[in-house]
């Protein structure tokens, strides 16, 4: 599958930011400039406590909804857990799996992050898988070990037809909130990288229809080049998401490629 046939799909995560106006404010303004958009797919990440009213807010519009993370279990005594069927019920459709500040401040290692990816798939949602290696990884020449022990874990349980919904999120932890952009040919070369070992374990047609997303520092300025790598597949925007303008022009330049 030649690139240009896989839809792009470009997140907006918000993480710990903006207040219930704000975040109304904010989703009022998405539906307005990309409520109707069809080139590439868009999914908005807001907090927990915006979920239900922003994914009523963008109900029958282009603009998805999804959570930054789920629980591992599906329900119990698991206090101030949000599982990934309840997200779903309130009408979200997608959901970050092992965001690189869960893994850092949440202690998230890959084996709950490969739970959490089951616990998504199980409640009939679009996992986002998110992998990255570190500054100090890359330096010592880790960064396709790194990255390889991470889909591994994340994957191996699972076949193909199970994954079909699956979205990766290349996200190289030292181009997140730094600046610090990837240039397009690392992450193209990581991209690359990544569907080739995904097609050799999955088969080539997986390989070849699924999407990578880069997130690290990714602006309305730089999107354009990242986007114009074959193996680019979409963004997924913190900092940037949260104006409206700047993310539109991030998906303009995702559905130009
Ligand atoms: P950033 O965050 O765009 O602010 O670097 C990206 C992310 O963490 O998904």
Known sequence: MKPGTRTPIVGGNWKMNLLF???????????GRLGSHRGAQ??????????????????????????????????????????????????????????????????DGDPVVADKLK????????????VGESLAERQSGQTFDVLERQLRSALSAHDASVLSRLVLAYEPVWAIGTGQTAT?????DVHAWVRGKVAGHFGAAFGASLRIQYGGSVTADNAATLMSQDDVDGALV??????????????????AR
């Open 42 to 107: 868009v999914v908005i990440f807001p907090p927990y406590p915006y979920l239900a009213p922003v994914a009523a807010k963008m109900r029958d519009s282009a603009v998805a909804v999804g959570a930054q993370d789920v629980h591992t279990h599906v329900k119990g005594a698991y206090t101030s857990g949000v599982s990934a069927k309840m997200v779903r019920s309130i009408g979200c459709t997608h959901a970050l799996i092992g965001h690189s500040e869960r893994r850092a401040h949440f202690r």
């Open 184 to 188: 397009p040919q690392q992450a193209q």
């Open 119 to 130: 616990a998504a798939l199980d409640a009939d949602l679009v996992p986002v898988l998110c």
């Open 238 to 255: 913190g900092g940037a998401s949260l104006d409206c303008g700047g993310f539109a022009r991030i998906v303009m330049a995702s559905s």
């Open 21 to 31: 106006d704000e975040a109304q404010r904010l989703s009022s303004e998405l539906r």
